[in-house]
């Protein structure tokens, strides 16, 4: 069984671009999570969808949006990326929306110069 | 609201010995408790979890946690680590019974074990 998929696994962007970020959850999941993970903060929530909605979203400026497809697949976008974005973003996926079992997947590194 | 305090931001320990890293929790409702494992370059991987019944739990690769609920505390052990043990170690909480089931993670403890 395939774990959760995260592309690209690297990326470097300027300031002020654009970068989107995707996820395949594992089969069968419905729920997926975004986080943050930096040296000074830790990890932080972004948000989560179930079956296509959003159903939960952490303290980010409105330049971090999502969305989740009818396959359960969801990608993450940023927009006018800062240096402050340059961190670890992790994916996890749940069976139901409770996240008691959650999958990570690997990450993507985004640097921003 | 909730939070996680992780006591400890590194833990050296020599192989074999045993070790113990510290999670407390801050909630005003009651949680599930977790445990993941991040190695370098990689995701989080869950070592156990609380949701009911017996407050010692085990998990994966020998670790054990005992939740203790009037001391809001979630401390992972292991009796006798070993080099490949090496990594970064996060305790987290979900909130129940409302409508946040996101992960609230404490801020990690790297676990360096020496040989």
Known sequence: ?113 | AQSVTQLDSQVPVFEEAPVELRCNYSSSVSVYLFWYVQYPNQGLQLLLKYLSGSTLVKGINGFEAEFNKSQTSFHLRKPSVHISDTAEYFCAVIPYGGSQGNLIFGKGTKLSVKP
């Open chain 1, 1 to 113: 069984k395939a774990g959760v998929t995260q592309t690209p696994r690297y990326l470097i962007k300027t300031r002020g671009q654009q970068v989107t970020l995707s996820c395949s959850p594992i089969s069968g999941h419905r729920s997926v999570s975004w986080y943050q993970q930096t040296p000074g903060q830790g990890l932080q929530f972004l948000f989560e969808y179930f079956s296509e909605t959003q159903r939960n979203k952490g303290n980010f400026p409105g330049r971090f949006s999502g969305r989740q497809f009818s396959n359960s697949r969801s990608e993450m976008n940023v927009s006018t990326l800062e240096l402050g974005d340059s961190a670890l973003y992790l994916c996890a996926s749940s069976f139901n929306n409770l996240n008691t079992e959650a999958f990570f997947g690997q990450g993507t590194r985004l640097t921003v110069v």
